[in-house]
């Protein structure tokens, strides 16, 4: 008789190699989005409108669970979870580049962007800039930020699911 097995919780299983990277993209695509959204914001001075922020909210749920996919099993249900938030990110980003573009309307107009100092909030919010929803506040060839989210949250999302659907050789 040879060496008895190990009990379940010593054995190791072996790593998917399609699923390591689809938990990796999910986890770092929305960290580089999130980064380059408070660079933009902070370094720059290009302050989020209100859909810029419904655009974050998905991405901050979607490193949650990218990091639940290295913590916690199974991690490949996590990683799904993520890359479907990551995908209703890039969906909110399409609405939103679409309003900057005239295509629809959309349901809000704009943003104040309040100091937290104290002093008097009735100057605060007349000497507040307002952040207009349908003016793109950067281009780049023509593609708004909200159209850059939509364009790499889109098709990270796509990535994710297809690495996932992938059999392992």
Not at 22 to 37: D, M, Q, S
Not at 45 to 54: H, I, Q, S, V
Not at 126 to 151: K, Q, Y
């Amino acid at each position: 008789r040879g060496p008895s097995p190990a009990p379940a919780s010593r054995r190791v299983t072996p790593v998917d190699p399609y699923a390591a990277r689809a938990r990796l993209l999910a986890l770092a695509v929305p960290a580089a989005l999130l980064g380059g959204a408070y660079v933009s914001e902070l370094g720059f001075g290009l302050y989020p409108c209100e859909m810029c922020w419904w655009q974050r909210w998905p991405h901050f749920a979607a490193l949650g669970l990218a990091a639940l996919a290295f913590a916690v099993p199974p991690a490949r249900a996590w990683t799904m979870l993520a890359g479907l938030a990551i995908l209703v990110s890039g969906l909110i980003g399409l609405f939103h580049a679409g309003v900057e573009y005239g295509w629809w309307e959309g349901v809000t107009s704009c943003a104040a962007i309040l100091s937290e100092e104290g002093g008097n909030p009735l100057e605060q919010i007349m000497n507040t800039p307002l952040v207009r929803c349908d003016e793109p506040a950067w281009t780049l060839a023509g593609i708004s930020l909200a159209g850059f989210n939509f364009l790499i949250s889109t098709a990270a999302a796509v990535a994710v699911f297809l690495l996932l659907g992938k059999k392992r050789s």
